[in-house]
């Protein structure tokens, strides 16, 4: 690989690195969306060759999560072995929160009419 190349690749992987740092969910966006994102930059920047460990990941994800899943985050957190944990199974709890989320304020707006 030439030294150009190599350049142009370490601009790139900084870039999706600044990108993945700053990445956060909004309460309105769909958990599924955010997770495309998530690992999106975390295939393109290992393709790049970069590490980039799967707890890091993880803690990242539990860090970008918007506060309608912060107990589920907190529990993993406290109780889930952060260095052994896959994102995938991260991200599955925080559907079934939302899940019973949503159940619940589909019950709540039942009562009302």
Do not use: C, W
Request: hydrophobic share 40%.
């Amino acid at each position: 690989m030439s030294l150009g190349a190599k350049k142009v690749k370490t601009a790139r992987a900084q870039t999706l690195k600044g990108e993945f740092e700053t990445l956060s969910m909004k309460e309105n966006d769909q958990l599924d969306e955010f997770y495309i994102k998530l690992n999106g930059l975390v295939i393109n920047i290992r393709a790049l060759e970069e590490k980039m460990e799967e707890a890091y990941v993880v803690k990242k994800l539990l860090r970008a999560v918007p506060s309608k899943f912060l107990q589920i985050a907190s529990a993993i957190e406290q109780f889930g072995d952060l260095e052994e944990i896959f994102v995938e199974k991260v991200i599955s709890s925080l559907k079934v929160h939302e899940e019973h989320l949503g159940g619940r304020t589909e019950a709540g707006r039942g009562q009302f009419y």
